[in-house]
Nanobody, 123 residues
Framework: QVQLVESGGGLVQPGGSLTISCVASGRDFSGYGIGWFRQAPGKEREFVAT????????DYADSVKGRFTISRNNNLNTAYLRMNELKPDDTAVYYC????????????????WGQGTQVTVSS
């Protein structure tokens, strides 16, 4: 069993930056691939980024590639999403998930989810 708690969301101006965190409790955080997904009002949840168990490989949605960076610190049981050059279209609730796969773009492959953190990009 793994419990995930996201934090660090907030209001940021267009072009600004923000880092959100996902802290895990329970067992064997390093045994899970981690993913970030987001859900905007009226839209389905979509893939943002994912990272493998040891953090050696990451994958990004085209819409965030070059602007967002996923990372993790297994000693702290924490994953991060650094978001630069934020746009109003990035406004959403951001969720982290844990998967037994080596990272995944697919929501159905995630076993555990956090409750989400709101990111709002607006002037």
């Amino acid at each position: 069993q793994v419990q995930l708690v996201e934090s660090g969301g907030g209001l940021v101006q267009p072009g600004g930056s923000l880092t959100i965190s996902c802290v895990a409790s329970g067992r064997d955080f390093s045994g899970y691939g981690i993913g970030w997904f987001r859900q905007a009002p009226g839209k389905e949840r979509e893939f943002v980024a994912t990272i493998t168990q040891r953090g050696y490989s990451a994958d990004y949605a085209d819409s965030v590639k070059g602007r967002f960076t996923i990372s993790r610190n297994n000693n702290l049981n924490t994953a991060y999403l650094r978001m630069n050059e934020l746009k109003p279209d990035d406004t959403a609730v951001y969720y982290c998930g844990a998967t037994h796969y080596a990272g995944s773009r697919y929501e159905s492959e995630y076993t555990y989810w956090g409750q989400g953190t709101q990111v709002t990009v607006s002037s």
